[in-house]
């Protein structure tokens, strides 16, 4: 299990989570399952959630580690 505040930031963005099921083409089910910590979203579905919600990444996963990496074109 994975802790995050998925339900608590959707909570105060006074959606609901079928509206943002619908909207960012995630099923119910499986918003759920992020949720509750038994899916673990792909880095590209965290990022839009986090977007459309109005927040950041570490306001969803407190405990996500942020890594940069730089890709040099030669």
């Excluded at 505040?5 to 989570?17: A, H, L």
Aim: proline content about 3%; some cysteine; aromatic content about 8%.
């Amino acid at each position: 299990m994975i802790n995050n505040n998925i339900d608590q930031v959707i909570k105060s963005s006074g959606m609901t989570k079928k509206f943002i099921c619908d909207n960012l083409g995630i099923n119910y089910s499986v918003m759920s399952g992020f949720i509750n910590g038994s899916r673990i979203p792909s880095q590209s579905r965290v990022k839009k959630l986090a977007k459309f919600l109005g927040v950041n990444v570490k306001a969803l996963y407190p405990n996500a580690e942020t890594k940069r990496i730089t890709i040099y074109n030669l």
